[in-house]
């Protein structure tokens, strides 16, 4: 009896050990039956929204960061509060974070062609990628396979994502945290390649720093005042719509948008990489691809962990 029950005991622990396991594989090919044409889809829904307004393309790769570095990439970041439920919109690095509603219309076409089968996560996942390469950048394969939270955090979206004040040290840690290193920190700061800045977020940099060029600044000041226009935008590169290697070169003669961006090139530990992507923007598309396969693989939820959201919004 003592041995039947050792036996069942093993072939149980065996049994999790293996579903653990293979639930932690995410695969490119995950929805190759159940949804043949979603890549299509996503990539034709992006093309619409970028047609409309091509820094859509920008905000829906901010949003994807924004969600991998909370809890993983689950998705979370999409949960709308509501009267019983804090969410993560509300955290101050998502105040301003915006595209939720080119997310909804994903899904919506997602949800025509396969119903119930699709998450939220690999959606955002996969929308990332199509604004990325719509606006000239780099593609990748997407591993797929990410199930939708049923919760979110608003204190660790709040403590979790990098601000635009942080010194190169506190980017290198807070990306370490996530499993990526220094490199692949320089690599997916690369994000600003594209996309827009509101002044109160470098305000400080164009008024009180020393490693600016000065021309940049004036010229940055023109549209962020010492006071007031918090909201007002600047092109985190002077190709906002174009992903290239522009902002690299920015970096290399000191005008970097926020802090965060010139500390790459300061003095420090990235300056021969941030040279390197300067000059090579094949390596740096190389680079960024890999990242972003690395980053969007952080802690999924996986197997019958989570849900299929039906909205994304909102949990089932
Ligand atoms: C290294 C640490 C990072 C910091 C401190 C940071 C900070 C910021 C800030 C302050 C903004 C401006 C938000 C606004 O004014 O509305 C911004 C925008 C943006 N960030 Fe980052 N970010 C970081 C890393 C990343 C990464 C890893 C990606 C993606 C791979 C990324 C992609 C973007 C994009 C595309 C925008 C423009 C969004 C838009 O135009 O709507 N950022 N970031």
Redesign the pocket.
């Known amino acids: 009896m003592a041995s039947l029950t050792h036996f069942f005991l093993l072939s149980l622990s065996l049994l999790s050990l293996f579903a653990s396991s293979s639930n932690a594989q995410l695969s490119p090919n995950f929805y190759a039956r159940s949804c043949p044409n979603l890549q299509a889809i996503v990539r034709n829904t992006m093309r619409q929204a970028l047609a409309r307004e091509a820094?859509?393309?920008?905000?829906?790769?901010?949003l994807?960061?924004?969600d991998c570095?909370v809890n993983g990439c689950d998705a979370g970041i999409l949960l709308d509060d509501t009267g019983s439920f804090t969410g993560e919109k509300q955290a101050f690095?998502n105040?301003?974070?915006?595209?939720y509603e080119v997310i909804d219309s994903v899904k919506t076409n997602v949800e025509a062609a396969c119903n119930g089968t699709v998450s939220c996560a690999d959606i955002l996942a996969l929308a990332?990628r199509e604004?990325v390469f719509l606006l000239g950048g780099p593609s990748w394969a997407v591993p797929l396979g990410r199930r939708d939270s049923r919760t979110a955090s608003q204190s660790k979206a709040n403590s979790e994502?990098?601000?635009?004040?942080?010194e190169l040290s506190t980017?290198i840690s807070?990306?370490a945290a996530k499993g990526l290193n220094a490199r692949e920190?320089t690599v997916?700061?690369?994000?600003?390649?594209?996309?827009?800045?509101?002044?109160?977020?470098?305000r400080d940099r164009i008024y009180n720093e020393s490693n600016i060029d000065p021309s940049f600044a004036a010229a940055r000041r023109a549209n962020c005042p010492r006071t007031g226009g918090d909201?007002n935008?600047a092109p985190?590169d002077p190709t906002?719509n174009k992903f290239d290697n522009t902002y690299y070169k920015d970096l290399v003669v000191r005008r970097g948008l926020?802090h965060?961006?010139q500390v790459?090139f300061n003095g420090g530990s990235q300056d021969a990489l941030v040279r390197s992507y300067s000059s090579n923007s094949v390596l740096f598309f190389r680079d960024?691809a890999s990242?972003?396969v690395k980053?969007s693989s952080i802690t999924p939820l996986t197997g019958s962990q989570g849900e299929i959201r039906k909205n994304c919004r909102v949990v089932n």
């Open positions: 820094r859509l393309g920008a905000s829906i790769l901010r994807f960061f924004h570095f690095p105040l301003s974070a915006r595209g990332a604004g994502i990098p601000g635009p004040s942080s980017l807070m990306f920190m997916l700061s690369g994000g600003h390649t594209i996309g827009q800045g509101q002044c109160n977020f470098f909201t935008l985190l906002p926020f965060s961006d790459l960024f990242a972003m980053m």
